[in-house]
């Protein structure tokens, strides 16, 4: 992954800083994964039981300190990311002992999601007056707020998985298995930017109405209705769409499935106004769904937030209240689920309100979508 | 990964059971990763935030329960495991209250130590009175006695490993780069029963003097010594072995310090025998190089169980005086590290004490090396 400008990270551990102030925290913990590539573009080669931790204090986030094994230490290009000290320790030295010299006693720090269970009550137990709290529940809009730079990644992302799929739809379906299909889309799916293939679900007639139906051995027909899923990450940012393609001409029944989804997914992007909430977006693609006798076949939230990782906040769901704010990006994929049967979802990558992104910010007050393929039901041989 | 049959699941759960109830713990909690292959043989298809979260109660193992996403709940075979209640949640539920609702208050629980922090913080909100121990402090051995099964499983995982390197020690090494060397060596390991490649380390003249350097495009020449140190997952169980090479003739100066490495591994080995326990393996494996003058250069613990992760329990290493068990698996890999020169590593899997393994049970009080690679000074061309 192409590293950002020093400042960038800089920046990030400021804002940090500010969000968690703000939440009534003194501090943010990190540990190896989309957190810390986020402030200090940086995975271990390997994250195993040895604790790496970044302590951003939010006080001082100028001069943060990062845990790291010794014979990890020299992995760490901290130049790149300015002001960060690194505080080695050893195999046998208690590693808790040697964060817990940088937090405070009494602290209330946000602790990365994913954190090993091992290090959270290593550190509870070393610190007991401490406490701690997820990263997506006490700063969950930290990365939600994408920045023109990112969104310029997450856009490449897109157009990299639309180029995947334009390819896909001109070979055959009928006849080859859905692991085969799925294959293919991996393939593409690196020839088009991709330097990693996260998933790649091809679910045909009954198997589509499973929503996280991978792909089987089962041989895809002339008749079949197919979902096809798949992203993965291009220069560190991630892609998400999903089509769903007829093999021969589809009936006037699942014509009307698949246009009902359609215009929930319309629906759903739509709803991405200003002042509207997360879970706007999903009550908006609910609704058409709903009304057209569907409700019981939608059986998922209608989005979720993407980036360093696929799945993150913000969630289109109900109950998440968290209003939507400009450089945000998610998805917007209802879909429909006739057990037995098949099933329909269309998915886009949205981003909210861009501005300052060269192509995106026409329309200021509207989200942009990041996928452009085709969204009517298109058939393949 | 080849499946156990059911009655093996059953028993490990009863075992965990009753290691539980001996160290006050009323039950575990285990999430995706080795713990959950180990129990159910299951893997999620991706790890996700979403909540997966196998419950064994101490007093009542043949009834655990394993909370799960409604979407994937039909992934987990449990007709395969017997005994095993699915309790799926959806998006929009409160996971941990789902969870919770299956431990007991002011209960007392082993959790993975992989466990996301984010679902301790929401067990431990959820449950206020329950308290919380990471398995590998709670119950650092329930995994670490392999049964005849998995030995066999290890054993084939270390020929196969052996083999790669005498494939590799035939190739040419002068003119190529280390990363070309590493990937002959994923090439190989693949070639010979591993299903994933975890690591092709080859660190020639000054960067194997970094135990943790990978491959670089650094070319390897003419008087290089170089450490190749390489494993991956064979049928679900690790390999992990380590010889160093060299380009041409070795000087006297290098020589000797292959031979302290080799003294000193020996050494570790034979200090696998009843009674000792795992820091004597560190301790008789360092005395050597302490006494040849080079324990400064020894900057690592002598080593790490393994199993269906390259690092677990038990760890050889000072502080650590749990006893050496009957078919526990851990390297002995001690090594000489001399900045800007070279370094020196020599890494076998050995089991302790195997019985009941056939090919292996000849001398049941001693360590068995399961990898056989010749561990002399090989020239390389």
Redesign the interface.
């Known amino acids: 992954m192409t590293p950002f400008a020093a400042h960038v990270y800089a920046e990030r551990r400021r804002r940090a800083a500010i969000q968690a102030a703000e939440a009534g925290l003194d501090g943010v913990l990190v540990t190896p994964g989309p957190d810390l590539v986020y402030f200090l573009g940086y995975t271990p080669?390997?994250v195993?039981?040895r604790l790496t931790l970044l302590v951003i204090g939010a006080e001082d986030p100028d001069a943060a300190a990062v845990v790291v094994p010794?014979?990890?230490a020299?992995?760490l290009e901290l130049g790149a990311v300015g002001g960060i000290e690194a505080r080695p320790w050893?195999?046998?030295e208690d590693e808790h002992a040697v964060a817990a010299r940088l937090l405070r006693d009494g602290g209330r720090y946000a602790?990365?999601?994913?954190?090993?269970?091992?290090?959270?009550?290593?550190l509870q137990r070393t610190l007991r007056s401490a406490s701690?709290?997820?990263?997506?529940?006490a700063l969950p809009m930290l990365r939600a707020s994408k920045s023109p730079e990112e969104i310029a990644r997450m856009a490449a992302a897109g157009a990299g998985a639309d180029a995947a799929f334009r390819e896909i739809v001109r070979r055959p379906f009928a006849g080859r298995r859905e692991r085969d299909v799925a294959a293919d889309l991996a393939e593409l799916l690196l020839a088009h930017g991709h330097e990693q293939v996260?998933?790649t679900l091809v679910c045909a007639g009954e198997n589509g109405a499973?929503?996280?139906h991978?792909a089987s051995d089962r041989a895809i027909r002339e008749g079949d209705m197919v979902v096809l899923d798949f992203g993965g990450l291009a220069d560190g940012y991630g892609s998400d769409t999903t089509r769903t393609v007829h093999v021969g001409e589809p009936t006037a029944a699942e014509r009307e499935v698949h246009d009902v989804v359609r215009a929930a997914q319309q629906a759903g992007v739509d709803a991405v106004r200003p002042g509207a909430t997360c879970e706007d977006v999903d009550r908006a693609a609910r609704a058409v769904i709903d009304d057209a006798g569907f409700g019981e076949g939608f059986?998922?939230?209608t989005g979720h937030g993407i980036g360093l990782t696929?799945?993150?906040p913000p969630y289109m769901?109900?109950?998440e209240t968290t209003p939507i704010a400009p450089g945000m990006c998610f998805s917007v994929e209802p879909g429909i689920y006739l057990p037995g049967r098949f099933g329909v979802r269309i998915e886009d990558i949205v981003v909210a309100f861009p501005q300052g992104v060269p192509g995106l910010d026409d329309a200021p007050e509207a989200a942009v979508r990041l996928n452009t393929s085709p969204r009517e039901l298109l058939v393949v041989a």
């Open positions: 080669a390997a195993t039981e010794r014979l990890e020299h992995d050893s195999d046998g602790i990365s999601d994913a954190a090993w269970a091992l290090h959270l009550l290593g701690f709290a997820a990263f997506t529940r996260d998933f499973d929503p996280h991978e059986i998922h939230r696929t799945h993150e769901v109900a109950g």
